[in-house]
């Protein structure tokens, strides 16, 4: 079992940068891919970025392309989300998750086998 455990949620004001967290612990040798989605109340499950375990492969989706910057600490473990140019849109509750399976495009949440508890974000107008 992977546990991954998410920080850094909270309320910024609109144009403001959150930097969100996620540490990855048991069995992280079976991690190939960590992945950062949203979901807001009534809506689907939206894929944000992804990066490789060995950071050398990354994805963004375009909603956040420019805006938003996912990065690794191999010695710590851990897979941060910086958020900048905030908007009132980005209000959700945030996860992160493993692909175990290695997937060659981890766009989809199905191809995630873990999750995190989820972190809110609200951005205020």
């Known amino acids: 079992q992977v546990q991954l455990i998410e920080s850094g949620g909270g309320l910024v004001q609109a144009g403001g940068s959150l930097r969100l967290s996620c540490a990855a612990s048991k069995r992280t040798s079976r991690i190939y891919n960590m992945g950062w989605f949203r979901q807001a109340p009534g809506k689907e499950r939206e894929f944000l970025a992804s990066?490789?375990?060995?950071?050398?492969?990354?994805f963004y989706a375009d909603s956040v392309k420019g805006r938003f910057t996912i990065s690794r600490d191999g010695a710590k473990n851990t897979v941060d989300l910086e958020m900048n140019s905030l908007k009132p849109d980005d209000t959700s509750t945030y996860f992160c998750?493993?692909?175990?399976?290695?997937?060659?495009?981890?766009?989809?949440?199905?191809?995630?086998?873990?999750w995190g508890q989820g972190t809110q974000v609200t951005v205020s107008s």
């Open positions: 990066i490789s375990w060995s950071g050398s492969s990354i």
């Open positions: 998750a493993a692909d175990t399976t290695n997937y060659n495009a981890p766009l989809r949440s199905y191809q995630y086998a873990y």
